[in-house]
Every structure is written in structure tokens, then in C-alpha cells.
């Protein structure tokens, strides 16, 4: 074992003694536990990527980290004397959360949910999700044609994923209308179904009477082929009677009961 690595494995453990577990750890940063490891036995070093992000979740900087045991110890002892008393932020951590697992949902999807403002219909607009510097982000687009066949304002909403306890959180900023935001929680059937995802949708009609509303809302995953402009086309308010309704979703928008997991 080089010096350098075995520097940095000693470091490494170090600082994993100040959270609850090195598991946590893993979640928070999405490292695979194994991987980490081996870093952590000083069987390996973490590619530059991984340790860029190592070193942003334990806000080091990469040569403290690979610096000497012993400096390291003291450098760390002092930082954490001359730590502010103040409260740390509760959402530093809050996204992306289990990124290992919220990447298996990164794509497109058509979002379905009841229109608080054209009762009766269901609002269809398109989601995507990307990976970028390790967090989900997400860009939401509503557009398309209204119940009366006429041309919908264009929305566009901007904003981050996280993945904790088997449940997906988004919130999304408009990106044209001040004070515009929606928040939803997103549940899978199962680990391995993630066609349809279910759960509840909360936010404020981009409409004259911006009232806060709270609905049902489910998401389809486009085929891995579809192109843009595919999804997009297909984007609008429909009765939801329409023969363009997936009969899965139409029947979780309609349904009185508790939300189900059931297809």
C-alpha cells in the first residue's frame, strides 16, 4: 500500500466517524459500499470524479483529504472548534439523497393529473430527468392544446429529485412566473416497475385565480426510443374520458380510495 493511499484511507475513516454510519455515508454521496470500502481498507483510490465528491459531501478540501493522518486530525480538530454554533442547513444533504437508486429513474415521462382549472380534464405535460454533477435535475414542461382546441400557454418548470425511504421528492420552480411552485412525492408499485409512477402533486395554477392546489398525478415513462418532440407533441388537456388516456391512469385519477400501489 502506498503512503498516499494509506494517508487518505486513515483520513477517510476519520471522517466517517463523525456521521451515524458509513452506510448513511454511502447513501448521501450515492458511492456503491463496496467501492467505498475499499477506500476506506485502502485497497483503492476513488477515481477523480468520486473523490470531487467525497470531498463536497464532507466539505474538505481533495489535498487536506490526502494529506497526512496526523495534520489532517489537527486541521480537522481546529475546523470543527472554530465551527459556527449555528444550526447546519437541514436540506444540505436533502438531494439527491439514495442518487444510486435515483438514477434508475432518470428519462421522460408524461405527467397526468385532474386540471384545477378545466374540471373534468386531465392535464398531460412532459417531465425530464437528468443526471448533472451528481444531483437529478428535473425540467417540466406543460404546452399544447386546451379542452376547447385552443393553444395553451407554455410552462416551463425547473428544478431538483431526491430519492429517500422508496419514495421520489421533486420541487420545481416556474421559470416565468414568480412565486410559482410545485412540490410531489412519486411511489413505484415495486423496485422493478417504474413504468408508472404514483403519488400526489402540490402546487398554483398559472391561471387568473392562482389558488393553491393539491391532486392525484401520475407519471408514464416514454419509451426509451421516443424523441422530444414526440413527447412533447402529446402534451395538453384532454377529457378524461379521452381514448388518449391510458385506462392505468385514468383509472388512479379517478379512483375515491387511498393512494395504491396496485396496477
Not at 73 to 87: C, E, F, H, V
Not at 225 to 250: F, H, N, Q
Amino acid at each position: 500500500m502506498n503512503q498516499e493511499r494509506s494517508e487518505f484511507s486513515k483520513n477517510l475513516r476519520y471522517i466517517c466517524a463523525e456521521r451515524v454510519s458509513v452506510a448513511q455515508v454511502c447513501r448521501e454521496i450515492g458511492i456503491n459500499p463496496q467501492q467505498f470500502n475499499r477506500y476506506l481498507s485502502g485497497a483503492g483510490m476513488p477515481s477523480a470524479h468520486n473523490l470531487r465528491r467525497i470531498c463536497l459531501y464532507f466539505d474538505v478540501d481533495e489535498q487536506d483529504l490526502l494529506t497526512d493522518n496526523k495534520t489532517f486530525r489537527a486541521l480537522r480538530g481546529q475546523l470543527n472548534k472554530d465551527a459556527s454554533p449555528q444550526r447546519k442547513d437541514p436540506f444540505a444533504n436533502a438531494f439527491p439523497g439514495d442518487l444510486a437508486r435515483l438514477r434508475g429513474f432518470v428519462g421522460a415521462y408524461h405527467i397526468h393529473f385532474l386540471s384545477p382549472s378545466w374540471q373534468g380534464n386531465v392535464m398531460i405535460g412532459a417531465t425530464f430527468l437528468d443526471e448533472q454533477d451528481g444531483q437529478i435535475m428535473t425540467r417540466t414542461i406543460e404546452r399544447g392544446l386546451g379542452p376547447e382546441r385552443e393553444l395553451l400557454q407554455r410552462t416551463r418548470y425547473d428544478g431538483k429529485a431526491s430519492y429517500h425511504g422508496s419514495r421520489i421528492f421533486l420541487v420545481e420552480f416556474e421559470r416565468d412566473q414568480d412565486g410559482s411552485l410545485t412540490e410531489m412525492i412519486l411511489y413505484p408499485s415495486h423496485r422493478q416497475q417504474r413504468t408508472y409512477l404514483r403519488g400526489m402533486t402540490m402546487g398554483i395554477s398559472w391561471r387568473p385565480r392562482r389558488m393553491p392546489y393539491s391532486a392525484r398525478v401520475i407519471w408514464k415513462r416514454a419509451e426509451a426510443t421516443s424523441m422530444a418532440s414526440e413527447i412533447l407533441a402529446k402534451c395538453g388537456v384532454y377529457r378524461i374520458d379521452d381514448k388518449a388516456i391510458d385506462p392505468t391512469v385514468r383509472n388512479f385519477l379517478l379512483e375515491k380510495s387511498g393512494l395504491t400501489g396496485e396496477e
